[in-house]
T-cell receptor, first 114, second 109 residues
Framework: NAGVMQNPRHLVRRRGQEARLRCSPMKGHSHVYWYRQLPEEGLKFMVYLQKENIIDESGMPKERFSAEFPKEGPSILRIQQVVRGDSAAYFC????????????FGQGTRLTVV | GEDVEQSLFLSVREGDSSVINCTYTDSSSTYLYWYKQEPGAGLQLLTYIFSNMDMKQDQRLTVLLNKKDKHLSLRIADTQTGDSAIYFCAEEGSYIPTFGRGTSLIVHP
């Protein structure tokens, strides 16, 4: 049973480009969480999704950021028109349900905006 | 609002015990977690404690919870160089874990 898979591990984008981050949850997990870790800071919650539904997006910036978790395929975090301040590590976690005592994290995608 | 506070750094000598402390504000927290993050890696769940417990022990790890003071601690016995990492405290009151900024544990010989 593979763990939570995130790709790419490293992503470099120029200002104004789009970044697409993928997260494949563990087998049997239908809940996905995205977190952002800025340099020297803790993890900040962004969005919580279940299959085909956004449950809580209270941590998502209002503009340029979107997330989806389709019926088939990985969860996608999409950042449009990236700016330097978007440079961070983005972590995905998945769990089979609530509470998240069985949540597992991926290794993260490190986005660098140049 | 929810807030989780941790000291940023802890330095210990190999073989000593490490104690990492955390305070939280959400009195409705049902689960409290400790995660470990090694350089360049994701977060690994070390242990968690349910809010009706005072203590949980798992090999070298001991978690203490003082619910009245909203204080959580992680004690690592016989700390090794491989324990050097960032340790995150997290609380889950609603359904989304809220993380502290992490404590960097440095173990020196």
């Amino acid at each position: 049973n593979a763990g939570v898979m995130q790709n790419p591990r490293h992503l470099v984008r120029r200002r104004g480009q789009e970044a697409r981050l993928r997260c494949s949850p563990m087998k049997g997990h239908s809940h996905v969480y995205w977190y952002r870790q800025l340099p020297e800071e803790g993890l900040k919650f962004m969005v919580y999704l279940q299959k085909e539904n956004i449950i809580d997006e209270s941590g998502m910036p209002k503009e340029r950021f979107s997330a989806e978790f389709p019926k088939e395929g990985p969860s996608i975090l999409r950042i449009q028109q990236v700016v330097r301040g978007d440079s961070a590590a983005y972590f995905c976690a998945s769990s089979p349900g609530q509470p998240t005592t069985e949540a597992f994290f991926g290794q993260g995608t490190r986005l660098t905006v140049v | 609002g929810e807030d989780v506070e941790q000291s940023l750094f802890l330095s210990v000598r190999e073989g000593d015990s490490s104690v990492i402390n955390c305070t939280y504000t959400d009195s409705s927290s049902t689960y409290l977690y400790w995660y470990k993050q090694e350089p360049g890696a994701g977060l690994q769940l070390l242990t968690y404690i349910f809010s009706n417990m005072d203590m949980k022990q798992d090999q070298r790890l001991t978690v203490l919870l003082n619910k009245k003071d909203k204080h959580l601690s992680l004690r690592i016995a016989d700390t090794q160089t491989g324990d050097s990492a960032i340790y995150f405290c997290a609380e889950e009151g609603s359904y989304i874990p809220t993380f502290g900024r992490g404590t960097s544990l440095i173990v020196h010989p």
